[in-house]
Each structure stands twice: as C-alpha cells, then as structure tokens.
C-alpha cells in the first residue's frame, strides 16, 4: 500500500517556496542492432532472446561502436544547439544491479559527445529558454520484474525476474541545466518540454518515442528554494516518469511534499523517488549516489570517439527545421490564430494534427477532434491524448465518412467513445452499434410524416407565413430516428412535403 505523506496545496507551496528543475530525458535509439553489439533490438520479443556474450558481460566479449548510434547522438545534439565534441570517450560507470549483467554501465562521463546547447518551448504564449548541460551516449539496462508483491516493486515481492534483451539498447541521455522560470510555470514548462522533445526527436527519426513501450522516460529532478532566495535547496530525482501528463503531475506533487516537509522544519532527503501513476504520489527509492560513488573511470576495450567536421557538418544539413520555425509555418498553412495554436501546443496535439492533415483531413476538422472529442476522452481517462489508441488514421478515417454524409458529428463522437474503449476498427464498431446515417427517403418520409402529425401548431407556423418554425419538426425528425438521420436530407424533404 503507497504511503501519502503530508502535502501543501500547491498554491500555498509556491507561495513560500520557488521550485528549481533539472530533466533527464532518456531516448532508446531506433537502430536495428544494439550500442556495442549486433544483437536485435526489437520490442516485445521472448525473454533473453535478443542477448550474446557482449551485451551479457561474458569474459573474453569486446563491444564495438554502433556508428549509427554515433550519428543520431550527433544528430540530437544539433538539434539541441549544442556543440559536438571533436574527440570524446566512454567510461565505465560501475554500480551493482541485477538489471546490469556486467555489474557497470558503459556510459560517458566528463566527455560527452554534445554539450552547451539550449532549446526553447511555449507556454499559454510564453516563450522560455531551456539550457541543455549535455547529451550523451551509453547503453540502456535490463528490465526487472518483482513477482509476488501487491505494488510490482522489490519490497514485497517473493521473487524478481529480470529480461536482458533491452540491456545493450543504444541510449541517449539528454540532461538540461537548472530550470528556473516563474513558479506557477514549473510543472508546465517541464511537460511542454518533454512533449516538444518528444516531437523534435520523431522528426529526425532517430526513436519512435513510444513512452509506453519506455524508448522516452524522464528523470525529474526538483527543489525548493525560500522565495526569491538564490540558495538552491536539496534535490530529489523522481526516476521513470513516462507520459507528459505524469511529469507535470510528479513535479506538482514534489513541490508540495517538499514544501510541507520544510514548512514543518524537517530537511529534504537527497533521494531517489519512484512515481505512482494510480495513486498520483511519489515514494522513497534509494539514497542518491553522486558521481564519486560510481567510481567512473575511462571505459579500457573502446577507442575514442572523434567525429570529423566535414561530418558533422554533412548531418547538420539533414536537419528538418527548428521546431519554433514549423510551428509558425504550421500556423500559417492551417490558418490559425495565435489563441487556436496556443491551444494546439498547450494540448500536446500539434504532431497530431500535422500527421492527420496529411491524410487529408481538413486542419479545422483535424483540431476539432483532437482538442474536443479526444482531448476530453484523455482527461477523462487519466492519459495523454496520445496514448488512447486513436490515432490520425482513425480521425482520417472518421472525417471522411462525416463529409460523405455517412457519419454526423453526434455519431463520430460515438465512434471514438468505442475506439477509445477497445470496441473494434472504426467499420466494426459503426456496424456494432448501428451507427450508420440514415439516408434513405422512405424511412426518412416515415419519420417526417409522423412529425407532422405530432406538431399542427408548427405546421401552422410554418404555413401563415414563418418558415423558421420547421427547425422544430427537423428536431422531431432527429429525435425519431436517435440522431441517425441525414439532417440535409431531411430538411429537403420535410421542404417539399410543406411547400416551402
């Protein structure tokens, strides 16, 4: 059972107190084979399948670079404004895990192969600057799972089983410095961060990104300061937070923990925190090793990494454009106001739209539905737009069958209520739950002849002389057939049965 520690509302917390952040955003890479090892990297196959005496840490096994890796290291770290490093190496960072089969984790230390960069994201209009420490190269972990216990931790479990295929996976960790911007700003700033990384990395195609699947996880680092003092606090590392809404939650949740800690008179702990989605609390992990305690030293069995210029320069030129620059052209090609792309980036949707108008879906029609229908049914659900299982094929699919009279709006949201809850393809749950537009004259003429009956005091409206009355019987029509009637045709219908 998650233990809930005393808490300040989050109002009184900021009030006496000024957050300061620092993100850890790791991004598994999406090359065929693994860091230093040509093990396959696919997701979701048999446990320890995808291992060989490298990636397992056997004695005698030598890693060899993965060059493609190299590359999307330095693609990221352009894209990060940051400068690449003319010559960098591993190291080995030594700490003991069962996730780590070789008992250290070849990483970078003081060389990474990007440093010095800076990035922006907006916030409700605003524009704020994040400074990028670093972004390095290492390999990712293993996968643990605790058996047995009622929270799928350690402490409880009767045994763990731990998966070496992901230990290996090319990994790029990208670390910002300190992140200070207005108080009330913190936690949304960090989720606009992470949700604009996530997109600038699918643009440059190095990861899918999958959040879900762990190719996207942040460390959120949080402190307090007394307001308007420059002395930094203490910081904990709430670890693995894997949906934007999660991390704008988990920091939400740090401040006012920390700030009832100190309001109390008690000292924050330098510590490790795990993240509850279920119950929306962060909880004690392990004490915080700085970097003496994992004894780094330069990584013996791989040469430097020293990328050439001409290179480097030649990656730079297949950059696509800044995200600042194709937000403003995106504005523009759809047509937007500043406010409804206010919204659009706010709401996390702005990929969304672009890979649904390339389907053909009108821009209009496209934020419609993302920031209605979807972005209702995610609120709902506790999950970020894009992990409800609809995506821009099922709006495509959806909108077209609005606009060839299949489908209204009324019906559509149907339609998405059932994809939303695993009920089928959008063909088989229009057909499980009779959704279909009704069209046909007959049945149409039917419905439209018992509203007649029903309402003589509208018909004698709409005979002296007041044709808008017929608004009334168009409801009666809809009504009738629940919602499932071609509005246009039974307005031209119910035009010519009246005379008018």
Known sequence: MTVVADVLSIDDALAQFDPVMGLEVHVELNTRSKMFCGCPTEFGAPPNTQTCPVCLGLPGALPVVNARAVESAIKIGLALNCEIAEWCRFARKNYFYPDMPKNFQTSQYDEPIAFNGWTEVVVDGETYRIEIERAHMEEDTGKSTHVGGATGRIHGASHSLVDYNRAGIPLIEIVTKTIEVPPAKAAAVARAYVSMLRDLLLALDVSDVRMDQGSLRCDANVSLKPSGSSELGTRTETKNVNSFRSVERAITYEITRQAAVLVAGG?????????????????????????????????????????????????????????????????????????????????????????????????????????????????????????????????????????????????????????????????????????????????????????????????????SGKPAAAGALIGAVMKDMRGQADAAKVRELLNATLGI
Request: hydrophobic residues 40%; aromatic residues 6%.
């Open 267 to 463: 000292k924050i702990l330098q510590e490790t925190r795990h993240w509850h989605e279920d119950t929306g609390v962060t909880t004690s992990g392990r004490e915080k090793s700085d970097a003496d305690d994992y004894r780094y030293f330069p990584e013996p069995d791989l040469v430097p990494v020293a990328p050439a210029r001409d290179w480097v320069e030649e990656i730079r030129a297949t950059l696509p454009e800044a995200p600042p620059v194709k937000r403003l052209r995106l504005q523009t090609e759809w047509g937007f106001t500043d406010l409804e792309m206010r919204d659009v980036v706010n709401g996390g949707v702005q990929t969304l739209i672009e890979q649904t108008v390339a389907l053909g879906v009108a821009p209009a029609a496209a934020k419609k539905w993302w920031l209605g229908e979807l972005a209702r049914a995610a609120n709902e659900a506790g999950k970020d737009v894009d992990a409800l299982g609809v995506g821009p094929a099922e709006i495509a699919k959806v909108q077209k069958l609005v606009e060839a009279g299949a489908l209204n709006d009324k019906l559509a949201r149907e339609v998405f209520d059932g994809l939303v809850k695993s009920e089928g393809t959008v063909t088989e749950i229009i057909s499980a739950r009779g959704l279909a537009l009704v069209s046909d004259d007959s049945a149409l003429q039917e419905a439209i002849d018992r509203a007649i009956a029903a309402n003589p005091d509208v018909v004698e409206k709409v005979n």
